[in-house]
């Protein structure tokens, strides 16, 4: 209708629902083999939702928001939490029983490592402070893949397990209730179950990150793991805080989540695809491929909440 006011969340105009829907189509589809995609557009607050299934928990734009998919290493965000939070008062120490596990090759958190990689893990984790496993774990500090998913499973191991860490997540807050920590990181995904969440977990995560609110989690350790998480700082949208994740064996998974401090305030984004088998072109080139789609998903849901933000 002209003249209409256009409908708005946070004191700005809410993306255009049917421009988002219509731009996740078109890249699907130009994926094709089979993709599908759940995403979560936001902020740290508010009820308005322009949403196709009534699940967004005041996003902006959602689509299948409730729906588990395997995050693969985006879950170690809940994992940090957990983490820093436990050693709170001891970042810079040595993660307690980390020596006598690592010398443990039955363990399952390192069993399923060759000798030889186990050797580069010992190198690199043996004696490391609770911070550094954290930093790690997430991708901030640089390391091999093979150290940077054993650093996950030391801290996986450090607090009991998956199904205790499970608990854990599940105790911090309401809204990560369906996060699963099944397996041990790089562990056969049959073996166990694939790690999971909805993309309204991995929202709702980082909304309490971004707001420097989350139950029971002092400023101090919010800050050091709003520092591990820290990317970079883009000159437009502010610094950007995520942690991906990439499965390669099937169902194929590329997960892209996090925000941006913009100046207009947090800017909250998750996209989690899946394919269930690799294209004709095979799995490396599947994998770029289904890499890209999820990243110019996240950049699409980015580039829409901006332009509604200004």
Do not use: C
Request: no cysteine; aromatic share 6%; charged share 20%.
């Amino acid at each position: 209708m002209a003249g209409q006011e256009p409908a708005r969340t946070g004191g700005h105009a809410r993306p255009d629902a049917r421009a988002l829907a219509a731009a996740v189509d078109a890249r699907l589809a130009e994926h094709g083999e089979g993709a599908s995609a759940s995403v979560w557009l936001g902020g740290v607050s508010g009820t308005d939702s322009n949403n196709t299934a009534g699940d967004s928990s005041g996003a902006w734009f959602a689509r299948d928001a409730a729906a588990p998919r395997a995050t693969a290493s985006a879950i170690k965000t809940f994992y940090l939490i957990e983490l820093f939070d436990r050693y709170a008062d001891a970042l810079d120490r040595p993660l307690p029983g980390v020596d006598g596990l690592l010398a443990d090759d039955t363990h399952p958190a390192i069993s399923h490592f060759t000798p030889e990689q186990r050797v580069e893990i010992r190198r690199d984790l043996t004696g490391a402070s609770v911070r550094h496993v954290g930093l790690v774990m997430m991708g901030t500090a640089p390391a091999s893949n093979i150290v940077y998913n054993a650093a996950a499973n030391l801290t996986t191991a450090a607090l009991g397990g998956p199904e205790a860490l499970t608990a854990l997540i599940h105790a911090r807050d309401p809204a990560f209730s369906a996060v699963a920590a099944r397996r041990y990181m790089l562990r056969n995904r049959k073996e166990r179950g694939d790690n999971e969440a909805p993309t309204l977990a991995l929202a709702a995560v980082y909304q309490r990150l971004a707001a420097r609110r989350l139950a029971g989690v002092e400023a101090a350790t919010l800050d050091a793991i709003r520092a591990a998480l820290h990317r970079r700082d883009d000159a437009v949208l502010g610094p950007s805080f995520a942690k991906d994740g990439s499965l390669d064996t099937d169902p194929m998974s590329e997960v892209r989540a996090g925000w941006y401090d913009t100046a207009k305030g947090p800017l909250i984004y998750v996209v989690m695809t899946m394919q269930p088998v690799p294209g004709p072109a095979g799995r490396d080139a599947s994998g770029e491929r289904l890499s890209k789609t999820a990243g110019d998903l996240a950049n699409t849901l980015v580039q829409a909440g901006w332009a509604s933000m200004k």
